[in-house]
């Protein structure tokens, strides 16, 4: 054969197909998420050129920087209609830019700045070799306790690349409960969880401890990607798309022209529903729910301070608002099926988080602890399953998650030799040592707690208020059986840190540089600012409230 004969027939052959479009991509509506995407692959250029004793300033600035710029994009979005009259599908259908969306994005870009301000903190341990020391391994690659590692503390070494990979945890956060495809989805999972298994892993202190949480957190984060990924499979073999408006209608069976291949497996239920519960299942597990709990303390007491604080306030957000979207916009047909399934996890988690917090002896998991029972409390609103419910989860997320924040920046200043004193034993008689740390704590509780006159209180009560319109009053009433068990425990520290005799070996209050400083009085601004006056950021979120489908 001929090469003018070979080459006739692989014209004739390409004929038929026709050009493939280039996506169409609104750079402007996206643009919160590739600021801080470009602003952490800046970071890893830092890391490559930039000399080692001006990295941190260069990586701090250009984090806070990034983050900044990426929550007055949020804003601009806001303002120019972008969460209520504009709202749309962008990226060619895969993430949703809309009110909820907007709202929950802006909450992390906020967490995610007082993150960078708590990982920046260098002034709490004392100098080693005349070198300020942060809360992170001077080299993560070394082994604990080996001669490289003291070289390297005596190098005067910090593992700088924390802010990229806060960045990158900052970024799929933002995708996360933007998402509008399910492949969107879990590309946005993976890229916030993997960055979060490598910070858990680089403290200073106790660097074993947090290694086993990393390894922990790792092993179960890949079991529940892993359901995730399965459930999304059975989804798309049940209605033959990834995307959240056909599943949708092929729930409800308002879908119109069938492709006949699909037509066999659609409308077979067992799909659906093992699919929903899987997804619902990874989702849970990011959330912390009961039953897919047991990371949860390991990986909060095992991680570096800083990280925990930013990783219990960041990621719930994120995670909430991807299930909100979830339930909302794919499964609204399936809502007798999920409800009972989520009274169930609710009532479990809001009980189980307050008892066993009850128990617990180390200032960490005792957060831990509550954290679940908080997760148990977002839930009611979940299940309310109205616009209120939306509306009052999203102002839940937005105040929790500067207590959150606050409070574990308040834990990383309580010291003794051997770095942070985290065991309760050691908070006795803080309040006589350094009386303004143990207020500013104590606000942080009572936020906790849900006493009024907090943010935690406003959150509490919108949240229950739409559960119990939603037709869920049992909720309600476990929630406040719950609120009042978890009371106890928040009132025993502030307690123990007022009323008792302080030890005399007891631990130290590091006086903090401006950053942590402000992380805190951010955290508790926005506690009583919420508290007191929270009607317009209620009225913000109702307004932000709305899913577009």
């Given amino acids: 054969m001929s090469a003018s004969a070979v080459h006739s027939l692989w014209t004739t052959a390409a004929d038929p197909i026709t050009k493939i479009d280039a996506p169409k991509i609104e750079y402007g509506q996206l643009s919160p998420t590739l600021i801080v995407i470009g602003a952490a692959i800046i970071g890893v250029l830092v890391e490559a050129f930039v000399p080692r004793k001006s990295r941190y300033y260069v990586q701090v600035f250009v984090s806070v920087v990034a983050l900044t710029a990426s929550f007055a994009a949020v804003v601009a979005l806001a303002a120019g209609g972008y969460g209520t009259t504009k709202a749309g599908i962008a990226a060619m259908g895969a993430i949703a830019v809309d009110g909820p969306a907007l709202f929950l994005q802006g909450t992390i870009l906020l967490a995610g700045v007082l993150g960078v301000f708590t990982f920046a ?24 306790g080996s001669d490289s590692e003291k070289a390297a503390v005596r190098a005067g070494f910090t593992t700088t690349e924390v802010f990229p990979l806060l960045l990158f945890a900052i970024g799929g956060m933002l995708i996360f409960p933007a998402a509008n495809d399910l492949l969107t989805l879990f590309i946005a999972l993976e890229v916030f969880s993997l960055p979060l298994y490598l910070l858990c892993a680089v403290a200073r202190r106790k660097r074993l401890m947090s290694q086993e949480a990393a390894v922990k957190y790792f092993l179960l984060g890949a079991f529940a990607s892993a359901f995730t990924l ?21 729930v409800d069976g ?43 303390p390991d ?49 479990v988690t809001m009980l189980a988080g307050a008892i066993v917090a009850i128990t617990q002896t180390d200032i ?16 009611a609103g979940v299940i309310a399953a109205s616009p209120d419910g939306v509306s009052s989860v999203l102002f839940y997320l937005g105040a929790y998650s500067f207590v959150t924040i606050g409070a574990f920046a308040v834990v990383t200043l309580v010291r003794d030799a051997g770095g942070e004193a985290t065991h309760l034993s050691k908070w006795a008689g803080l309040g006589r040592r350094s009386p303004l740390v143990a207020a500013v704590f104590a606000v942080f509780l009572l936020a906790f707690a849900g006493i009024p006159l907090t943010s935690g209180f406003a959150g509490k009560f919108a949240v229950f208020k739409a559960a119990a319109e939603g037709g869920a009053g049992a909720i309600v009433v476990v929630g406040v059986i719950s609120s009042a068990i978890a009371a106890f425990f928040y009132i025993r520290v502030i307690v123990l840190m007022f009323f008792s005799e302080p030890r005399p070996e007891g631990p130290t209050v590091a006086v903090p540089s401006p950053l942590t400083m402000t992380a805190i009085a951010v955290g508790v601004a926005v506690t009583l600012v919420l508290g007191v006056a929270p009607q317009y950021f209620l009225d913000l979120a109702g307004q932000a409230g709305v899913f577009v489908r």
């Fill in 121 to 144: 903190e260098r002034r709490l341990d004392p100098e080693t070799h005349g070198n300020k020391v942060d809360s992170f391994a001077a080299q993560a690659a070394s082994v604990p």
């Fill in 230 to 250: 399965f459930g999304i499979a059975l989804l798309y073999g049940y209605a033959g798309s990834v995307k959240y408006a056909t599943i949708a209608q092929v």
């Fill in 254 to 296: 308002t879908i119109g022209d069938l492709n006949p291949a699909l037509a066999d497996t659609m409308g077979n239920d067992a799909l659906l529903l093992i699919g929903a519960a899987m997804l619902v299942m990874g989702l849970l597990f990011k959330v912390g729910a009961v039953p897919f709990h047991m990371w949860t």
């Fill in 299 to 347: 990986v909060y007491q095992g991680a570096p301070t800083p990280v925990t604080g930013f990783m219990a306030a960041a990621t719930k957000v994120a995670a909430f608002g991807a299930l909100l979207r979830l339930l909302y916009v794919v499964l609204p047909g399936l809502r007798w099926d999920w409800r009972p399934v989520m009274w169930a996890v609710a009532i």
């Fill in 364 to 379: 960490k998991r005792l957060l831990a602890y509550s954290s679940i029972a908080h997760a148990g409390f977002i839930l």
